[in-house]
């Protein structure tokens, strides 16, 4: 796609179409790395990494069925295991 270097300001700038800014899913404020790589300009957005939570859904769950899902609320703690 074709496009015109403009005056923006007091600096030189060029429009992202909004196709690619939709193909993207870029909005107003989104981070971008501006590099010339043999000769181009190339532009790619910076994609911010989510924290991930340690463990998958899947480890978190293994193990429990019907009876071991609400093991919490039927534990009868020993005296043996109050140290008394």
């Known amino acids: 796609m074709r496009t015109q270097i403009r005056k923006i300001g007091n600096s030189l700038g060029s429009i992202i179409p909004a196709t690619?800014?939709?193909q993207l899913e870029l909005a107003e404020g989104a981070e971008i790395d501006v590099k010339t790589v043999d000769g181009k300009i190339v532009i790619e957005p910076i994609r911010k990494m989510k924290k991930r939570f340690p463990f998958s859904?899947?480890?978190l769950l293994s193990g429990l069925?019907?009876?071991t899902a609400h093991a919490d609320e039927l534990v009868v703690?020993?005296?043996q295991e109050l140290g008394e």
Do not use: G, V
């Open 57 to 59: 859904e899947r480890e």
């Open 65 to 67: 069925d019907a009876h």
């Open 77 to 79: 703690i020993s005296t």
């Open 20 to 22: 690619f800014i939709r």
